[in-house]
Each structure stands twice: as structure tokens, then as C-alpha cells.
């Protein structure tokens, strides 16, 4: 389970602009606390401009763990992926996000904006902010991810 003395990233593009503002309600309301990286509006922009701020600050330990949308949720992925100390994981539903924490140790949550609904995305969020890491068999696969 991710510490809520820390505060949690979040950031994503016109695609996720909309999630992104209610769950950020929603996981403050859970007793997180969450620095908005933006976007700050619907308008178009490019997802790497906010999923690298968000994934370098993760990466650095200024933040314990992130939450980045996109439409599809594979560019912020792809992006935040390109850091040494990340592990984000693309996840449309709870099992997954579960999984995600369990088996791999995503530090951050990369979410559909466009094909996951409201419901289902605060589930996926609460399922990654409470599940720990089990370690075990699955830290030496863990250990293997960075070249």
C-alpha cells in the first residue's frame, strides 16, 4: 500500500483531462495527496510533455507513485517507461491495476481516459494505491526489467 503521508503525481493530455479532474477529487476524498501536474484544460497538447515531468519526478523519489491518463492510455505509458525506476502499468480495469502492484511493482498507473469509465477507473485507482508489492518470485523477475 503506497504511504498517504505521501503525496501521489497525476498528469495526462486532452484525452484523460476529464478523468483526471474527477479522480483527483476522488483520491483526495481517500486521504491522498495529490500534485497536478496538468494538463489544466480540455485543449489539444502532447501526452509526453506531462508524462515526463510526472515520470522524472517519480523516478527522482519526489513522489511515491503517479497516475497518468491519456485516450488510450499507451503513449503516457510508453513515455514514462523510458525511465530506469519506473515500472508504469496500462490498466483498464481493477484486476489489472491489482496485478499491476502485486506481481510487478508499477509505481505508476497509466489509465485509458476514452475506453475506461468513471466507476471503474476510481476502482483501478484504489486497487493500485492499496495493494502491495509481494515480492518473492517475483522480485527477481522485478530485478530483470532495467538494462
Known amino acids: ?62 513522489y511515491v507513485a503517479a497516475i497518468l491518463i491519456c485516450g488510450s492510455g499507451n503513449g503516457v505509458c510508453m513515455t514514462a517507461n523510458k525511465y530506469s525506476g519506473i515500472r508504469a502499468a496500462l490498466c483498464w480495469n481493477t484486476e489489472l491495476a491489482k496485478l499491476a502492484r502485486l506481481h510487478n511493482d508499477a509505481n505508476i498507473l497509466c489509465l485509458p481516459g476514452r475506453f475506461i469509465t468513471e466507476n471503474e477507473a476510481l476502482s483501478a485507482v484504489m486497487a493500485f494505491l492499496t495493494t502491495d508489492f509481494e515480492g518473492g518470485r517475483h522480485q527477481a523477475r522485478i530485478e530483470k526489467i532495467p538494462l
Open 1 to 62: 500500500m503506497f504511504d498517504k503521508t505521501k503525496t501521489l503525481a497525476l498528469g495526462c493530455d486532452q484525452g484523460g483531462y476529464a478523468l483526471k479532474e474527477y479522480l483527483k477529487i476522488k483520491i483526495a476524498e481517500s486521504g491522498y495527496s495529490v500534485r497536478d501536474f496538468g494538463s489544466y484544460t480540455p485543449d489539444s497538447i502532447d501526452y509526453p510533455d506531462y508524462a515526463h515531468p510526472v515520470a522524472a519526478a517519480v523516478n527522482n523519489g519526489q
